[in-house]
């Protein structure tokens, strides 16, 4: 999903479950920050403090998507949680790894995460936490049917459009994960006399096996529809304005659960305009698409009434850019001035979250079900 749904949809499900403004602001920061908490390190204070904090992605063409151990800690527990073929806990081990860590949607993996976050509600990182598990709860619709890791199996044939359209038509959303495609398709065709919009399924498949790289970025749309064959040679009809309103009303009852009122999900009129606005917002652009769900917000189209809403990934005004305070560089790098607040930042609150989330599904989630991914 991007961040028209990750931050948008997750604030305005966060306040139809009951949330004040500012509690949902830090939900739906943390969903989307996932996707763009791409560095970790270690953080040097000029009191001889450290933090250390981790990625929860990376750059689609970073090449530690080649690290098997990367994708095990980053892939498999933030955006492509196995599914255990759906089954519970102690079911499925005679199965293969690969089908077993295929995620799934609303899978018993996924709600035992989402109900360990609401068991922690009481640490000081819950909401980031949320966020977090809201984050990784909807990717279980968007990227059902492919796995975090690189293997065949996330291959896919005759990609095509909710009209039929062939891949040629939908070569634009190459530019999603490579934007020197065009520069390297004109040298393809020059150099070995081939056209490479005919053989492009074939060359993302080589070279995108990840994830739902060979799928581009159709999965993450909330207003697509659209078909493909599996690596099974199965058509599979994917409609994402559908998906992406189921992954809405289970993301609200979790909420809900959270704060310990009754599981009732989605008004019906917020729920119909959600759905109007998943399906009408078509922009190929993300942050236009984005910035049209903040003005609708803006505008007080949901029963919550008026708020308004931002989200900074990086620089001025970014939870990074509030936590760390530069002071001087020294032969290893920059040591930032401590300050006690940094221990009760927005961006160490997230981190330690991140940490927390990822031990949990590696270390204790999945091991329930038989699957070692740590």
């Not at 500012?22 to 560095?39: K, L, P």
């Not at 530019?175 to 005919?198: C, L, T």
């Not at 581009?216 to 909330?222: G, I, V, Y």
């Not at 309103?245 to 289970?250: R, V």
Request: glycine share 8%; net charge negative.
């Amino acid at each position: 999903m991007q961040i028209d749904f990750h931050h948008a949809v997750t604030y305005v499900t966060a306040r139809l479950a009951g949330f004040r403004h500012d509690e949902a602001e830090i939900v739906a920061w943390s969903a989307q920050y996932v996707d763009d908490a791409t560095e970790e390190g270690g953080v040097a204070f000029d009191n001889r403090g450290m933090y250390y904090h981790v990625a929860s992605a990376h750059k689609q063409l970073d090449y530690r998507n080649l690290d098997e151990l990367a994708n095990h800690r980053v892939w498999i527990p933030f955006h492509f949680l196995p599914g255990n073929e759906g089954l519970p806990a102690g079911q499925g081990n005679n199965l293969d790894f690969t089908r077993r860590i295929v995620c799934r949607p609303d899978s018993p993996v996924a709600r035992e995460m989402v109900e360990e976050c609401i068991r922690s509600r009481a640490a000081p990182y819950a909401l980031h936490r949320l966020g977090i598990a809201m984050h990784v709860y909807a990717d279980t619709w968007a990227h059902q049917g492919f796995s975090g890791i690189s293997h065949p199996l996330n291959r896919v044939e005759e990609l095509k459009d909710a009209g039929g359209g062939t891949f040629r038509r939908m070569i634009r959303h190459i530019n999603d994960y490579y934007s020197g495609w065009s520069r390297w398709k004109n040298r393809i065709k020059r150099w070995f006399g081939i056209d490479p919009d005919e053989t492009a399924t074939e060359l993302i498949n080589d070279f995108l096996p990840l994830g739902h790289g060979a799928a581009l970025s159709l999965p993450d749309r909330p207003y697509m529809v659209w078909r493909y064959t599996d690596d099974e040679g199965t058509e599979i009809l994917r409609d994402n304005p559908k998906d992406f309103l189921a992954a809405a009303e289970a993301m609200c009852r979790a909420m809900q659960r959270f704060l310990g009122t009754p599981p009732t999900g989605l008004p019906q009129e917020d729920r119909q305009l959600l759905a109007q606005m998943l399906r009408d917002f078509t922009d190929e652009e993300r942050k236009v698409r984005h910035r049209r769900w903040l003005e609708a917000i803006a505008q007080g189209r949901f029963s919550f009434g008026k708020a308004s809403l931002a989200y900074v990934a990086e620089g001025d005004g970014s939870w990074m850019d509030q936590a760390l305070r530069p002071g001087v560089w020294d032969i290893d790098g920059v040591c930032y001035l401590y300050d006690d607040d940094f221990l009760t930042s927005h961006w160490k609150l997230f981190h330690d979250a991140l940490q927390a989330h990822r031990f949990y599904v590696l270390h204790d989630l999945l091991p329930r079900y038989g699957i070692c991914a740590a």
